[in-house]
């Protein structure tokens, strides 16, 4: 095999520097353009990939980073891992993605502890692992046809099937992977990496010989690529001395995120990833340099700490910006130009000394009055119905609404004109929502590009970005703002719509907020201050919102926080302090309300089940929660939920619209774990996404189920 590069990237995003991807999977999606046009624009984009990364001075380029859908998804696919039902599918693969009208899609959930989703593998008795090299080794000849010779990137055997919850079938896997190995020899290929990054997280001893048996067969095959094994998020810690002991050439190290290996690595090539992937700050040469020359091993490869899919593509595009914050800024092209620089830099120095940061105190949860004194304040005021129906927030953005927004940018449509039309759109959602039936309203946040990004705006210390768009799964991207300075909240947010929607309608209308974790958690934050600091300041602001909407007359305010799952540490250690001060901070930032005011929460796509603890310590009197796209395996543990619980009875990520049966089903599975006073009906997450037709045939599914089981019950 060659030696491996000097220098390379993980990954790179894969939507398209003006989301090409989005336009081409969504006009495929609707029928408008065929596979083969999909096909043509995902090629277009590889290219173009490639070809910059080799302008940048990029020497090892990855190949197989790119998705239509998901990297994991793609994983299944290539091991043969498709469920029986979804293999007669006009297109198996979007169906296990975004299911079809008779068919429920795959479990979805979050990459570890990022915002980018993945597409959870099925992994069942009947399963039969049977290799297809198609996509990994097209990919490999289209690059080589344009001149540029990859390295394959796939996720490896052991977090495959860790995030399958099969590593029982180990030695099945395996045998898959060596025919891919061997398949990528015989077309010429000098390395392959593969990702192992649940390795970075708490492993039980018989895991960790899972990996150790893993790569010392893989690694014992004759004819076979270097292999190149990748973790990132964190530190490989018991897991590094394994994967030492293996035939393995080459370790890939987060040293942004970890540590600087201890352990002996003479011998093996280590990928030292000191460029981050994770957020948009230039990297320090002096401190990479030090790192890089702090690596046991006499064979150092600069790379980032892991893919740049979670970063946007070029912050040039960016013209709107505040010169002196770009001047600290690098996205994705920036930051590989970072590593080939660095590349041709000799490693010396030592690790300068980082600034003293005094350790925070342990937080006080600031409380309210009891659950019971505000359950039973808040049922006398808003005297709701049993099994109270609901939405989590948004209803679908339209296309004038969006065309809208950016003629107001352009300066063709004037501001009035503007929340004319948003206050005509809320009308409408009102309207909708009175004609079904629902018994707690929303505004739909027509005003809204993004339940964070909106917020940015309003608020002092942040910065938004006019093409800074990052894929949170298929074709969904958001542009995370840059939060840079201290947070404050100069005016009212959204006082003023929760207001209008409100005098439309009799039924309580509730007001819509994003929580302090969610909205640093979606941002890329500032690194010179402590997170938790960071969230408490947002925290503040988001108290003065909810003391303003309780004035004006507003009776139910959601705060969500779908991102509190997702930034818990990967290792146990760390979990309790962070739970501890992530739950003070929701509580700081509702802590206002009185005991009439009811306040929900919302959380989506994280294994919530995970964390109901404190979940239920954020103490707020509703929780909507994500339940339908995962077969409702949050109800196994909601027995001792002690509040307003709301598992959600329709999956609002796939175009599917439930029948009222299937969503009967699920409720009567929630009524026999949960008493019916403590019930809600909802829908897992905000309807957004979704067209205007699929919401109201759905809906009305919701309403005639939750009907029903009422005259049933006699509620």
């Not at 590593?167 to 060596?178: A, F, I, S, T």
């Not at 004819?223 to 018991?238: K, N, T």
């Not at 980082?354 to 005021?381: D, M, T």
């Not at 997170?531 to 503040?540: I, M, N, P």
Request: charged share 25%; hydrophobic share 45%; aromatic share 6%.
């Amino acid at each position: 095999m060659s030696p491996f590069p000097r220098s390379t990237v993980l990954g790179y995003p894969r939507i398209g520097p003006r989301r090409e991807l989005k336009r081409a999977l969504e006009a495929y999606w609707d029928g408008r353009t065929s596979r083969a046009e999909l096909d043509r624009a995902g090629a277009e984009i590889r290219e173009r990939t490639w070809r910059r990364l080799a302008e940048l001075g990029l020497e090892g380029l990855p190949s197989n980073t790119f998705s239509l859908y998901d990297q994991v998804l793609d994983t299944a696919v290539l091991l043969g891992a498709v469920p029986s039902r979804y293999r007669d599918a006009a297109d198996p693969y979007f169906a296990m993605a975004r299911g079809t009208e008779g068919l429920a899609p795959l479990r979805m959930t979050k990459w570890f502890d990022t915002n980018y989703h993945y597409i959870v593998p099925e992994i069942g008795p009947e399963t039969v692992f049977k290799l297809d090299p198609a996509k990994p080794l097209a990919e490999v000849r289209e690059a080589r046809a344009l001149g540029f010779e990859t390295r394959p990137v796939v996720v490896g055997p052991v977090t495959f099937l860790l995030l399958g919850s099969a590593l029982e079938r180990l030695d099945e896997v395996l045998g898959c992977y060596e025919e891919l190995l061997a398949a990528l020899a015989a077309e010429g290929v000098q390395w392959v990496q593969l990702d192992e990054p649940a390795l970075v997280g708490d492993r039980t001893p018989e895991e960790l010989a899972a990996l150790r048996s893993a790569y010392d067969r893989l690694g014992a095959l004759s004819a076979r690529p270097g292999l190149f094994v990748a973790s990132y998020f964190g530190d490989l810690g018991e897991a590094l001395p394994v994967l030492a002991g293996t035939p393995v050439e080459a370790i890939g190290v987060d040293l942004v995120r970890g540590g600087v290996p201890v352990v002996d690595l003479s011998g093996k090539t280590v990928v030292a990833g000191v460029v981050s992937g994770r957020d948009v700050w230039r990297t320090s040469p002096e401190r990479a340099l030090a790192a890089l020359a702090a690596v046991p091993s006499g064979d150092v490869v600069v790379s980032t700490s892991c893919s740049l899919l979670h970063v946007p593509y070029d912050v040039s595009a960016e013209t709107a910006l505040e010169p002196a914050l770009k001047a600290r800024l690098a996205f994705a092209e920036q930051k590989v130009a970072e590593v080939a620089a660095l590349a041709r830099t000799g490693f010396h120095g030592s690790a300068p000394a980082g600034p003293s940061v005094a350790l925070p105190g342990p937080v006080v949860p600031e409380s309210r009055s009891p659950y019971a004194v505000r359950a039973a304040a808040q049922a006398e005021h808003l005297r709701l119905p049993a099994l109270p129906i609901t939405t989590i927030g948004s209803f679908p953005q339209t296309g004038e609404l969006r065309a809208a927004r950016a003629a107001v940018t352009a300066g063709t449509l004037s501001q009035a004109a503007y929340e004319r039309q948003v206050e005509a759109e809320i009308e409408r959602v009102i309207r909708v929502q009175e004609r079904l039936g629902l018994d707690v309203l929303v505004h739909g946040e027509p005003e809204r590009n993004d339940m964070v990004q909106y917020f940015a705006e309003h608020l002092d210390g942040f910065a938004v970005t006019a093409a800074g768009w990052v894929q949170s799964y298929g074709s969904r991207c958001t542009r995370p703002p840059i939060l840079h300075g201290d947070v404050s909240r100069p005016e009212p947010i959204t006082v003023r719509w929760a207001t209008h929607a409100q005098s439309l309608t009799d039924k309580p209308v509730k007001g819509m907020l994003t929580g302090p974790v969610t909205i640093v958690a979606w941002s890329f934050v500032r690194d010179d201050l402590p997170l938790r600091d960071v969230v408490f300041q947002v925290a503040d602001a988001v108290r003065d919102e909810v003391r303003d909407l309780e004035a004006a007359g507003v009776s139910i305010i959601q705060v969500d926080e779908p991102a509190l799952r997702e930034l818990l540490p990967l290792r146990r250690a760390a979990q309790e302090d962070y739970l501890e001060w992530a739950v003070a901070a929701y509580r700081r930032a509702t802590s206002g309300a009185g005991d009439r005011t009811q306040i929900h929460t919302h959380l989506c796509y994280s294994d919530a089940d995970q964390i109901l603890a404190a979940i239920d310590g954020l103490d707020a009197d509703v929780t909507t929660i994500e339940s339908a796209r995962s077969g409702a395996r949050i109800l196994g543990a909601v027995e001792t939920f002690g509040r307003g619980l709301g598992p959600g009875v329709y999956d609002i990520h796939s175009p599917r619209v439930p029948g009222a049966a299937e969503v009967e089903e699920l409720l009567r599975r929630t009524l026999a774990v949960l008493p019916v006073e403590r019930v809600w009906v909802n829908p897992d997450c905000g309807l957004k996404t979704r067209t205007y037709e699929q919401v109201e045939a759905s809906l009305a599914n919701v309403v005639t189920a939750t009907r029903r089981l009422r005259a049933e019950l006699g509620a």
